[in-house]
């Protein structure tokens, strides 16, 4: 621990001080506007509380739309962005951490009456069923095979947010989503009486705060060992695990 510290304070010596912009989706509790329009979440606050740290300003920046923010990212307009998962084809625009903050929990949501009819083990159980997915996210291999397979019936739309409102209005029959990102709109949208989820879960994946290739420089790679060394220290301390308990997260250990 003496000499993560220790790592950490020479590493922040060296970091540049131009400020660093963070772009990511609108995902409540993890990233959301306040009522001064403020982002806040426990996304913003653990990259506030990293950043100040190593002495590095930041401003972050959120969105209602995945494909835009991948647009921005690829053309220079950030310098990270916040949690996402990793996918193969995004090596080619983002620098990924070696420390992931946050694993979630992929499960199909339903209308609250429907979950004993829905019979779901593997997927091919599903396609009797209208299935909402979102633009430009990272579901598993299987998942995204199947889009593309005629004998099922999904419909994406690029608002991850309206899913649940879809499925509530009886547009959609099932949506995949984290149980973190759902149950903070659940609870926004007084939505408890509504929906519910499928036991079997579709999956379970690590996220990350990641680069961007087209904003990096030569002190990236010092700037991202120092995130790292940061993000390390937080769950060995037990920081981490406390910001999840401060906003009702689960915590799963990353």
């Known amino acids: 621990m003496r000499t ?8 922040s010596f060296a970091l540049p001080a131009k400020t660093l912009v963070i772009g990511g989706m609108l995902e409540p509790p993890l990233k959301y506007l306040d009522a001064q329009q403020t982002p806040a979440g426990m996304d913003v606050e653990l990259l506030t509380e990293i950043f100040t740290a190593l002495k590095v300003p930041i401003r972050i920046e959120l969105t209602d739309s995945g494909a835009r923010l991948t647009r921005n990212a690829k053309m220079g307009e950030y310098d990270l962005l916040m949690s996402l998962s990793y996918k193969a084809e995004r090596d080619s625009y983002l620098l990924y951490p070696t420390q992931a903050h946050i694993r979630h929990s992929w499960h199909f949501f339903v209308r609250k009456q429907d979950k004993d009819r829905i019979r779901y083990r593997v997927l091919s159980d599903l396609k009797p069923w209208r299935i909402g997915i979102t633009k430009d996210y990272a579901y598993t291999p299987e998942l995204s095979a199947a889009v593309h397979d005629p004998a099922y019936h999904f419909q994406e739309i690029p608002l991850n947010q309206l899913q649940l409102r879809k499925l509530v209005a009886g547009r959609i ?9 759902a149950f903070g709109q659940i609870r926004e949208e007084h939505l408890e009486e509504s929906v519910d989820y499928l036991p079997q879960p579709l999956n379970a994946s690590l996220y990350y ?12 790679q010092a700037l991202m060992a120092a995130y790292d060394a940061q993000l390390l220290q937080m769950k060995q301390d037990g ?4 910001l999840f308990a401060k906003y009702g997260i689960p915590y799963l250990e990353p």
């Open 173 to 181: 029959d099932l949506v995949p989503m984290s149980l973190v990102s």
């Open 239 to 242: 920081r981490l695990q406390a």
């Open 4 to 11: 993560l510290s220790l790592l950490c304070l020479l590493l």
């Open 209 to 220: 705060h990641v680069w961007c290739k087209a904003r990096a420089d030569d002190q990236t």
